[in-house]
């Protein structure tokens, strides 16, 4: 593995860096104030499309995306240090970019597995980020972490799907522009595989019978920027055939194509936000006193510092690793990698950034920095696309596997 970033990422790395200095960084009070005029809190601040637009403009658009018709056309390896400068502004940079999640993953399962009329319909505006999406799995009333669990129900009637079931915590569900939702259900809940029991179909959000009940908090955010997290109703909802992606049986498939990029671009993004744990952590250590001298010159503090350090080039090491190796041999053949830094980096990234509460003192907690929000957001990922247990359990069995 080459270690060097090849021309096309360094340069598009110099760019990016440079748009966030220059606008992200600046737009983050502005956009925060801004939200607080909004007539409703789910609407972009209007710096928000002003930074979509600025990237646009600039080339730093769908840069997740490896298909080249699509997107940018990069492969994970080059992906990776541009995603970890956006999680650096997790709230923005993803969204100025159209590198979003669940935007992101949806576009990758309709390039990936959409007919003609679904992408021309869905894929394409996605692209443009004139609509946003929803991914419809999780629900309440089971154990999501197990996908076969799901109950959601997807019964054929005639040239139609009728679809009944209750999800939660649905991202982008919120957001006024979330215009279809990829709902994931059973279509033949007896059949003798789990696995091929699963459907998923495109239900549009104005679909009678689809209601968007409530949004859920994320310890105690709104998560306004990704369009929030909601419950969302199934009632006999209706949508033609046709509307189905790949095959009936085919959603557990797609569900595991559709969580493997994701996995690591939260893993890339994850880094980002961990050096921007650090640097607020050094920045406020040679700026306040205790005890007669620095943070900077306490023991204490110089450990926590020194530990974040290692830690991050640790997981940006395994990350790039995985990123290789999802390039070179795909991503079932990363598996045991993808799971390694699922497990590894939302934990170690949640630390460094306790570290940096407890650094900040009262201000960690607040409002007025960063790092509250972006503590919620790394534990959240404990849970997000797979507990870290589910992972540790497959990892295990394939690594017990080799001596049986």
């Keep these: 593995m080459d270690f060097a970033f090849d021309a096309r990422t360094e340069e598009l790395r110099a760019r990016l860096l440079a748009f966030m200095d220059e606008h992200v960084y600046p737009a983050e009070q502005v956009a925060h104030e801004q939200r607080e005029r909004l007539s409703s809190p789910w609407e972009n601040p209007p710096v928000v499309e002003e930074l979509k637009a600025e990237a646009r403009r600039q080339g730093l658009w769908n840069l997740f995306l490896p298909d080249a018709e699509y997107g940018a056309g990069l492969t994970n390896l080059q992906y990776a240090p541009l995603a970890e400068i956006t999680g650096r502004s997790p709230q923005l940079a993803p969204t100025a970019t159209n590198c979003a999640a669940p935007d992101t993953g949806n576009m990758e399962v309709l390039a990936q597995f959409g007919d003609e009329r679904q ?4 894929l394409e505006p996605l692209l443009a980020g004139e609509i946003r999406s929803a991914f419809a799995m999780t629900e309440p009333d089971v154990a999501s972490s197990d996908a076969t669990n799901i109950t959601t129900h ?4 005639g040239d139609e799907y009728v679809i009944t079931g ?3 915590y649905i991202s982008g569900a919120m957001h006024p522009d979330c215009a279809i939702f990829i709902v994931m259900g059973k279509t033949d809940p007896d ?3 789990i696995r091929r029991q699963q459907s998923m179909v495109l239900v549009p959000r104005d679909t009678p019978g689809v209601t968007v009940k409530r949004a859920m908090r994320v310890f105690g955010y709104e998560d306004h920027y990704h369009g929030g997290h909601a419950e969302v109703i199934f009632d006999e909802a209706r949508v033609p055939v046709s509307n189905l992606i790949g095959e009936e049986g085919g959603g557990f498939a797609i569900a595991q194509a559709r969580l493997g990029p994701g996995r690591i671009h939260h893993c890339m993004r994850l880094i980002g936000m961990a050096e ?3 640097e607020l952590m050094c920045r406020r250590a040679v700026s306040r006193d205790a005890f007669g001298k620095a943070l900077a010159q306490q023991g204490v503090v110089q450990n926590w510092i020194a530990d974040a350090r290692v830690a991050v080039e640790q997981l940006r090491l395994l990350v790039l690793k995985t990123a290789w190796m999802m390039d ?3 991503n079932r053949g990363a598996h045991t990698e993808i799971q390694a830094i699922k497990i590894a980096t939302p934990r170690t990234v949640v630390g460094i950034l306790d570290r940096a509460i407890q650094l900040y003192g009262a201000g960690g907690v607040s409002q007025d920095f960063p790092l509250a929000e972006l503590y919620a957001g790394a534990r ?3 849970i997000a696309d797979g507990p870290d247990e589910v992972h540790q359990r497959s990892l295990a069995r394939r690594e017990i596997k080799k001596y049986l």
Excluded at 154 to 157: G, L, V
């Design 276 to 278: 921007r744990a650090i």
């Design 119 to 122: 992408k021309k319909q869905w």
């Design 191 to 193: 059949g003798p595989d």
């Design 380 to 382: 959240t990922l404990m």
């Design 154 to 157: 997807i019964r054929r009637e």
């Design 166 to 168: 209750r999800k939660w």
């Design 328 to 330: 070179t041999v795909g």
